[in-house]
């Protein structure tokens, strides 16, 4: 079970039909299920008539296509132009926004988020030394302006720690535009916006051995969790990798906070950092919480 399925997890929990009282209806969903970044995902939409959820679904479609396209590992992205060229011209802004925001979301964790990461991934996935690796790592070796963002040479960038939160946002932006209140996204990560009938929408946090180990009410609020071990690479190492060499310190890590993408990165992160470590980091990020460790 890897992580991304311990998130599909929590958003059966949130999908579920809650009790709106004797006298109040339980509203019927239009729901879409298709593939983001590579996993299953999934909206329920409240409130829409057949007509309107089939426009408001092509958006979602053309969302998630919009940022596979920027951030993806796995396609002709600009990512993958970006780490195989060296320098990515006209960066969109969008691409540039969340750029501003790994490096935010960077400094706030003491640099235990660092999309730079990418070459020890890589060599401890196919088992190959690590030093080289290591002196690929750096953030503040990346350059960004709105013309263009340039790496030295030899790094390269993952945003699998971010980018599916940032689908999660762009999907719940679109919803927004077209007049939705009622909605629960998972796009990996967890978005719900307004409520599920005449309650919250209910999201249950999986641990690694896919027992449930807390569940919380979410209305306009993001939800991630991340387990190093979900996914093991190379001779069994969890695919989670502490830029500074160490271990990971916890098995699970489930954070929320108003934006999906902030708590994709922050539940990324968190996953390296000792507790300290993680409150003096959550000291300056007030909006966002830890819904479970462990």
């Known amino acids: ?12 929990f949130a999908a579920s039909p809650v009790a709106a009282g004797p006298d109040v209806a339980a509203p019927t969903p239009a729901i879409w299920t298709g593939r983001a970044l590579g996993a299953d995902a999934r909206v329920v939409l409240l409130g829409a008539s057949a007509a309107d959820a089939r426009r ?3 958006g979602i479609e053309a969302e998630v296509r919009g940022v596979e396209g920027h951030f993806s590992l796995h396609a002709d992205s600009a990512l993958v132009r970006l780490n195989r060229d060296g320098r990515l011209a006209h960066p969109a802004p969008e691409i540039v926004e969340i750029f501003a925001l790994a490096g935010a979301i960077h400094d706030a964790t003491g640099g235990a988020f660092d999309p730079t990461v990418q070459p020890l991934w890589t060599a401890t996935a196919l088992g190959r030394g690590q030093d080289a690796a290591r002196k690929l790592i750096g953030w503040h070796r990346v350059r960004v302006t709105p013309d263009e963002i340039r790496l030295d040479p030899g790094m390269a960038l993952t945003f699998n720690g971010i980018a599916q939160g940032h689908a999660a946002d762009r999907v719940a932006a679109h919803l927004r535009r077209a007049g939705c209140s009622d909605v629960l996204i998972d796009m990996g990560e967890v978005m719900a916006l307004g409520r599920n009938g005449a309650a919250l929408w209910q999201a249950g946090i999986a641990a690694p051995d896919g027992t449930t180990i807390a569940r919380i009410a979410l209305s306009d609020r993001a939800l991630a969790t991340s387990s190093p071990m979900g996914t093991r690479i190379g001779a069994g190492a969890g695919h989670i990798i502490d830029p500074s060499g160490g ?14 993408a902030t708590a994709d990165a922050l539940s990324t992160a968190f996953c390296v950092m000792d507790a300290g470590a993680i409150a003096r980091t959550l000291a300056h990020l007030p909006a966002a919480r830890i819904e479970a460790i462990a």
């Open 247 to 260: 271990a990971a310190r916890w098995s699970t890590v489930s954070v929320s906070a108003k934006d999906a």
């Open 1 to 12: 079970m890897n992580r991304r399925r311990f998130l599909t997890i929590a958003a059966a």
């Open 56 to 58: 408001i679904f092509a």
